[in-house]
């Protein structure tokens, strides 16, 4: 059996992102509170896999996990792309107008802005977590009271569904990385092909540096589908750059790698993997 860390509890989005990812195998979820304690818990135990949010189609970039991962020495075997459904859950036999406070994430709050723009007499509440939300209204028993989270939290926590579906946005993608220790990594990676790599490097503050690195990728064929900036603390207007590439043929990726390292600094392959499935 596979451990998985992940922010969150049970029913959270990360749950679901683990499972979908290592679908048909059984996997033990490793509760963690914050995305630093995800890699603090892998760090104790190197055969824990960490499952991490990178980035949202609505949200962005999740720019501290960035750092983190490439400061643990993991590396990246997969990706999984999951669409965010929001639920309107509450304790069973309710009405959505008997509702009158609705709690969860910030962020899925924010997702629902149409929903409960609609729905004035339901007052939204922040919390930690969409799961521990649903978890939180059924271990306290509170009638009138609801959470917005996915189906699996209403399903762990034995809660009804009273509206489905109420995220404005339908096209709300979460990108998830699947990590795990170098020496763990290549076993789990046997058998596949990749065709995805996340990389990091710094570049010299020239005119250019930049441009360089993507004219040699463009010349191999290696399409860049992210890339992202982070400064260097303690290195005034340096910047750490963090790409994911896309490639039909691992020989040209790796030439391409060979060109363009001499042109960079602190460069570190984060991980080579399979485009992951996206769940609708």
């Not at 750092?67 to 009405?95: F, T």
């Amino acid at each position: 059996m596979k451990k998985v860390a992940i922010q969150g509890i049970a029913g959270s989005f990360h749950d679901i992102a683990a499972r979908e990812y290592f679908r048909g195998e059984e996997i033990e979820i490793v509760a963690c509170k914050t995305f630093k304690d995800v890699f603090d818990t892998t760090k104790q135990d190197n055969t824990i896999i960490a499952a991490i949010a990178i980035e949202n189609t609505i949200a962005g970039s999740l720019l501290q996990n960035h750092n983190l991962l490439k400061e643990s020495g993991m590396k990246i075997i997969g990706e999984q792309k999951l669409r965010i459904k929001h639920n309107l859950v509450a304790l069973p036999g309710q009405d959505i107008s008997e509702i009158t406070e609705a709690y969860s994430h910030p962020i899925a709050l924010m997702q629902c802005q149409e929903f409960l723009s609609k729905h004035t007499h339901i007052k939204a509440i922040e919390s930690d977590d969409t799961a521990s939300s649903a978890k939180h209204l059924a271990e306290s028993n509170l009638k009138g009271h609801a959470a917005i989270c996915g189906e699996l939290a209403a399903e762990i926590y034995g809660l009804e569904i009273i509206a489905k579906g109420i995220e404005t946005n339908k096209r709300n993608f979460t990108r998830f990385l699947i990590a795990a220790d170098p020496w763990m990594a290549d076993e789990l990676n046997k058998g596949k092909f990749p065709n995805k790599a996340s990389l990091a490097f710094a570049l010299p503050h020239e005119e250019g540096s930049l441009a360089k690195v993507l004219s040699i990728l463009s010349y191999y064929g290696i399409n860049l589908t992210k890339i992202q900036s982070l400064p260097i603390i303690g290195r005034e207007w340096e910047y750490m750059f963090y790409i994911d590439l896309h490639f039909d043929n691992y020989l040209k990726y790796t030439q391409a790698l060979t060109a363009v390292t001499p042109l960079t600094k602190d460069f570190q392959i984060l991980g080579e993997y399979e485009e992951g499935r996206q769940t609708i």
